[in-house]
């Protein structure tokens, strides 16, 4: 089932005009209508460096936390002289000098996806490396702080896959959230002890696949929602922890896919209408 989550006009040329006929109930395009399944501009939803971009402006317009969102971030662009680079700089001494956790993530700004290119670090000659190895290439870096007190699956990292679908019709843009999902795990038990591991860090399905126990705890290491909570309904809990998946995680997951789509419904239409998915 779908619920809908989000709608939007956009302002500007090309509106639709209706010339379409029915037939029991059907809509038969024109010969001069197009149906695409491609959003113009989809890149700012499915690219890591646009989304964190429309979600850092979103949250200033709303005064939303993007902390809540998404880890601290910095995005280099411009090698070692970046600001963001002396800014990702001071909080790592900071880190450093406080005896705080001080552990990375490291992703390509470009042209990354199936967990390509992501690595972790606690080690800034690593990030510096990283940055002008990217460089050469005419990419940037994201740099993220990494979760070092992560919820954990029976010792193992998990992340939880949802769906959206997002549609526009003459200049309205809709977006509909799947109410089914699943969860990924790693094959491995979590911990900072090898950062190096991607097995034991990166969730992705293209990534583990290639482990000699995918498989092994979950068929193709996934879960329901539903098993899941049964997991979590055998933790131990205080009066400060709440592990209610479908009454605290699903409403907040929801609510920031709504949120993505009012971020950037304005760029995805395009300047010419038409249908697009």
Known sequence: MMSELSYGKRKGKGKFRERMRHTRGLRVLEGWESVHNHLPLNGLLGNKKAMYYMMREYCLRTQKSLGEI????????????????????????????????????????????????????????????????????????????????????????????????????????????????????????????????????????????????????????????????????TLPKTPKTKYSFQGEVYPRLKEIAGDAVRASFQFLQGEGGGSNF
């Open 70 to 233: 998404v880890p601290l971030t910095f995005h280099i662009k411009r090698g070692l002289g970046d600001e963001q680079f002396t800014e990702f700089m001071g909080r790592f001494n900071q880190n450093r000098a406080g005896k705080r956790p001080n552990f990375w993530i490291m992703k390509p700004g470009e042209f990354s996806n199936r967990g390509q290119g992501i690595s972790c670090t606690s080690r800034a000659e690593e990030v510096r490396a990283r940055i002008n190895s990217l460089r050469r290439e005419g990419k940037s870096l994201i740099l993220q702080e990494y979760i070092t007190s992560p919820l954990l699956y029976h010792g193992r990292k998990f992340d939880i896959r949802t769906y959206m679908l997002v549609s526009t019709n003459g200049g309205s843009l809709r977006a509909y959230w799947y109410q089914d999902g699943y969860v990924r795990t790693s094959s491995y038990p979590w911990g900072l002890d090898d950062l190096q591991d991607s097995l034991v860090h990166l969730t992705n399905d293209a990534v583990q696949k290639h482990s000699p126990h995918y498989g092994r705890y979950e068929p193709a290491n996934k879960l329901t929602y539903s098993e899941l909570q049964r997991y979590l309904d």
